[in-house]
């Protein structure tokens, strides 16, 4: 079946605009999660999501960067005021419960603020 | 105590051979251990994972050992190919939220 799906693949984007980025889990999975992977930090996880609410958002970086997920499907990363330490590969995994379940990840969104 | 350490770096390995690599943890709530796997441009997939109930998965090629008392665990790559050439990474998770705690990653390349 269909993996997780993300868009877009790549954007970039002047330092302070907006972006958001989407995630699309696989069906019937209850658990998304939110990683960031850059070269100097590693991959770190950043909000966890089951269902439509968000019981961990613990990794978020700054009051900059918020996620919301409807109908316990699609989620949406957003950043505003987009700084140059944003850039990075933003990465989506989900799971069938929030319960130590496989993860399975998308291809990430590559993020560059110029 | 939420860290999870990941050696080495880098390992290069001669086709046919055993890769190993090794992870270590502080937090003793961890209860699951996956390992990844990551080529060039692409998520990380799901190669094998264990929980501290058993001291060795196996799985093909691949080998989890776990020592829970030494808070330690490592990925053997037996035979490996060049087509094994990706970066590997170590993870934590309680059983919680399932959020993943990973280590620095290793980057492994497999000499034909």
């Known amino acids: 079946g269909a993996g997780v799906s993300q868009s877009p693949s790549n954007k970039v984007t002047e330092k302070g605009k907006d972006v958001e980025l989407r995630c699309d889990p696989i069906?019937?999975?209850?658990?998304l999660y939110w990683y960031r992977q850059s070269l100097g930090q590693g991959l770190e996880f950043l909000i966890y999501?089951?269902?439509?609410?968000?019981?961990?958002k613990s990794g978020l970086p700054s009051d900059r960067f918020s996620a919301e997920r409807t109908g316990g499907s699609v989620s949406t990363l957003t950043i505003q005021r987009t700084q140059q330490e944003d850039s990075a590969v933003y990465l989506c995994?989900?799971?069938?419960?929030?319960?130590?379940?496989?993860?399975?990840f998308g291809d990430g969104t590559r993020l560059s603020i110029l | 105590q939420q860290q999870v350490k990941q050696s080495p770096q880098s390992l290069i390995v001669q086709k046919g051979g055993i890769s190993i690599i090794n992870c270590a943890y502080e937090?003793?709530?961890?209860?699951?251990f996956p390992w990844y796997q990551q080529f060039p441009g692409k998520g990380p997939a799901l190669l094998i994972a264990?929980?501290?109930?058993?001291s060795e998965k196996k799985e093909g090629r691949f080998t989890i050992s776990f020592n829970k008392s030494a808070k330690q665990f490592s990925l053997h790559i037996m035979d490996s190919q060049p087509g094994d050439s990706a970066t590997y990474f170590c993870?934590?998770?309680?059983?919680?939220?399932?959020?993943?705690?990973f280590g620095q990653g290793t980057t492994l390349q497999v000499k034909p």
């Open positions: 069906s019937g999975h209850t658990a």
């Open positions: 264990i929980r501290p109930d058993v």
């Open positions: 993870a934590a998770s309680r059983d919680n939220t399932g959020k993943l705690i």
């Open positions: 999501f089951q269902g439509n609410s968000a019981p961990d």
């Open positions: 937090n003793t709530a961890f209860d699951y």
């Open positions: 995994a989900s799971s069938l419960s929030g319960s130590n379940q496989p993860q399975h």
